[in-house]
């Protein structure tokens, strides 16, 4: 899906926007340095997500938020899980024991 350009309705939304980015600023000068990281990185992944997707517009967008969300939790999951998993092994080698570390 390609990026979709502004619309006439996009022209009407400037106040608007303007708003919402003096919104945005004032929450952002009241949060530590960690807070805004881990808001930047979540900006950011938007940003990206317009490449593929065009800007977001919830009363157009036919996605399963719900569903999509679901998913993507599902696999964040799976991800800490294995990675949990790794660095258990890694420990268990760093000390010795188990079928890793094991010199049998």
């Known amino acids: 899906m390609k990026r979709t350009p502004p619309s006439p309705n996009d022209v009407l939304r400037v106040p608007v926007h ?20 881990a808001l930047l990185l979540i900006a950011e992944r938007v940003a990206k997500g ?6 977001l517009d919830v009363a157009r967008d ?26 258990g092994r890694g420990r268990r080698r760093a000390a010795g024991s188990g079928p890793e570390g094991s010199t049998r």
């Open 50 to 55: 317009e490449t593929p997707y065009g800007r």
């Open 62 to 87: 036919r996605r399963d938020f719900s569903r999509e969300a679901l998913e993507e939790v599902a696999d964040a999951l799976f991800y800490i899980a294995a990675d949990l998993i790794r660095c």
């Open 18 to 37: 303007r708003t919402l980015e003096r919104r945005l600023a004032t929450v952002a000068n009241r949060l530590g340095e960690d807070e805004l990281a």
